[in-house]
Structures are given as C-alpha cells and as structure tokens.
C-alpha cells in the first residue's frame, strides 16, 4: 500500500463546477501536510498547507482529517488555468528523518 | 534569481554510461532532496540530506551516488545506466515547511 494514496483521475469538469480531491496517508505519525500544483512538464509547486482546522484561500479549501487519515481539496469556480495535476503531499519526521512524501497525483481537466 | 537551479535540463545517453545531475539552491535551507518521477508521474523520494548528511536513502541502486560538498549543494551520479533509469529527476530543497523544487532534468537513457 502506498504511503499517500489519491484517486489519479482524470476529473473532467466544466469552466465554474466544483471540484474535490481526496487522499489518504498510512502513516499517524505523520505532522504536516500540504496540497501541491504540477503543470505538464514542470516542478511541482505549494498550493497550499493543510491545517487541522481547515483553511482556505480563494477559490481552494482544504480539510484534514487526522482520526481518519484523509485530506481533501476543494476548488470552486473551476478555471481553464487550473487544469493540472494536484498532488497530496505529507511530511513525516522521525528522529533525524525529514521526509515528504508525495501521493500520486490528480489530474485536473477544465473544459470551456 | 533562481532558488533552487540543477543541470542540466536535458540528458540524453546511451546505456551502460556514467553521468551527474547538479543541484544548487540558494535559499539557505539545511535538507535537500533528489525525487524521481517516472512515465506514471509518481513522484519517489530517493534521497534525503541535512546539513551535507545523508538521512534518507529510500533503497536506491548501488549505482546512484549522491554528494553534498556543503550544505547548499547536492549532486546525483549515476554509474551504469540503464533503460529503467529514464524518467525525469528534481532536485528540492526545504527548511520547516515547504519544498521547493528545480526544474527537473530529463534523463533519457538510449
């Protein structure tokens, strides 16, 4: 079983849907989380951390759930420029260990 | 000014062959890391350094050596290479919270 798991999609939505991302992480040691953006051909990069509370920032929300082990991304208004592959990111540290770990990414399609 | 730069970009070679990726970052940070991502776009951490020490070697062939002369350096070689090797290679540095990744360089092995 992976370390992160999400559905790989793809997810096919119309410009203005609503659309949510799930995944789920093995570890419950594990301390921060976060919600990355990678472009075709480029580096991933921060979307956004995942705060127990809940957060979010414009059109982004994100949840996490530490009984259950399950971290959610929700985009409203969905963009042309969103499309992209979403990927679910957990820091693990453990003694001199500092890791992150990367689920395998969602791919997002807005449709005009 | 690029925070986190590696060459090079491109790397085509043909199997059997020795060659290095190198990563700088001038961020400041104390961990870096090597990720390989393969054709299904998994992202696999392979390495992990802080402070120029090795803490995280995610069983990796013998053949990939990595080398961090100080702390805002960290370079992959690769000995012997081989088909299964090609996929596409980023380098990231990070401090408490967030990773920031280079470019990626493609490695093609031919």
């Known amino acids: 079983r992976k370390e992160v798991e999400q559905d790989p999609g793809p997810f096919n939505v119309p410009e203005g849907a609503t659309v949510a991302f799930n995944c789920t992480y093995s570890n419950s040691a594990s301390q921060s989380f976060f919600w990355y953006r990678q472009d075709c051909r480029k580096e991933p990069k921060l979307l956004m951390s995942v705060y127990s509370s809940g957060n979010e920032d414009g059109r982004f929300t994100a949840q996490l759930n530490r009984a259950s082990q399950y971290i959610s991304l929700l985009i409203r208004d969905s963009k042309l420029s969103d499309s992209a592959t979403y990927l679910c990111v957990v820091r693990f540290y453990g003694g001199a260990t500092n890791k992150l770990i990367f689920g395998t990414g969602t791919l997002l399609a807005v449709q005009p | 000014d690029t925070a986190v730069s590696q060459t090079p970009k491109y790397l085509v070679t043909q199997m059997g062959n020795d060659k290095s990726i190198k990563c700088e970052q001038n961020l400041g940070h104390d961990t870096m890391y090597w990720y390989k991502q393969d054709s299904k776009k998994f992202l696999k951490i392979m390495f992990s350094?802080?402070?120029?020490?090795?803490?995280i070697n995610e069983t990796v062939p013998n053949r990939f050596s990595p080398k961090s002369p100080d702390k805002a350096h960290l370079n992959l070689h690769i000995n012997s290479l081989e088909l299964g090797d090609s996929a596409v290679y980023f380098c990231a540095s990070s401090q408490a919270s967030e990773a920031f990744f280079g470019q990626g360089t493609r490695l093609t092995v031919v």
């Open positions: 350094y802080n402070n120029k020490e090795l803490i």
